[in-house]
């Protein structure tokens, strides 16, 4: 059997995209989530789910050395799960900026410690941070998402130079706008008919999430002793 996979936000999106890829691939998974349901529906084979909520790392813990108990060390970790609640800070409620910040920061920070030491130890072993093109440069309406994921960028490199010695990748993927059900959670319906318009200077739709999925795949799939540290992927039409 190939080695174990966990994906975090596995529930939709580039997670779900990611699930079904890496299974059709023959590799196990722990799928991790709030919406189990979801992901059970998956039916995928050699698969864990488990409800998780990645700011709360001993059930991620427990969740991980579980699927380890079944299949093996984690040879991959994606830290994928993210949240992005548009709005401006003069307006927007504060819960909804610790939110996003304790998701996509400490979500991935909590991923991280749980397989790195093992890995270092084991000469072997990736994480990818999914984080965004919002992550490299601004755009409006996006302070506290892209605060956020300035910093996944930051703490991935940082992390990649510190472990580099023991032969674990670090790496991690930008995306562009895809078509997933991220901007559903934003609270503000002026804001985010604001993003359809933007959009539709992309032609009316953003990118396919599915090449999301095979972007991280491909990274993956180089041999361990060399890393694509930093992959931005956006629909051409993208400003
Ligand atoms: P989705 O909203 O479709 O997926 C987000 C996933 O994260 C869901 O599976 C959700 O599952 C999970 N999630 C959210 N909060 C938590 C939590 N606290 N604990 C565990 N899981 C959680 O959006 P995307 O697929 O687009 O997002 C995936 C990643 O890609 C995010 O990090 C996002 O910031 C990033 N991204 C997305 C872009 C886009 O345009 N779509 C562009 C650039 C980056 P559940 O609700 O079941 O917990």
């Not at 998701?103 to 991935?108: E, F, H, L, T, W």
């Not at 993927?173 to 991220?182: F, I, K």
Request: proline content about 2%.
């Amino acid at each position: 059997m190939k080695k174990l996979i966990v994906i975090t936000g596995a529930s939709s999106g580039f997670g779900k995209e990611m699930a079904y890829l890496f299974s059709r691939a023959g590799h196990p998974l722990l799928l991790i989530g709030r919406r189990v349901d979801l992901m059970e529906q998956f039916n995928l084979p050699n698969t864990l789910v488990r409800k998780v909520d990645v700011r709360d790392a001993s059930e991620f813990e427990k969740a991980v050395r579980e699927a380890e108990q079944k299949y093996g060390k984690v040879d991959l970790l994606i830290n994928n799960a993210g949240m992005m609640l548009l709005g401006n800070v003069w307006e927007q409620d504060s819960d909804e900026w610790q939110m996003m910040l304790d998701i996509n920061i400490k979500g991935v920070l909590n991923g991280s410690k749980i397989v790195l030491k093992d890995m270092m130890e084991r000469n072997a072993g990736s994480i990818v941070n999914i984080s965004s093109i919002a992550g490299r440069k601004t755009f409006g309406n996006h302070a506290v998402y892209s605060a956020s994921k300035f910093g996944v960028h930051a703490l991935t490199e940082t992390i990649r130079e510190e472990v580099a010695s023991t032969n674990v990748r670090v790496m991690l993927v930008a995306p562009g706008a895809a078509e997933t059900e991220l901007l559903g959670h934003t609270t503000s319906d002026s804001i985010k008919e604001g993003y359809q318009e933007w959009k539709a200077t992309m032609g009316g739709t953003s990118m396919n999430p599915k090449y999301v999925a095979e972007s991280v795949k491909f990274m993956y799939d180089l041999p361990q002793e060399v890393i694509i540290r930093e992959l931005l992927i956006a629909a051409t039409k993208q400003d």
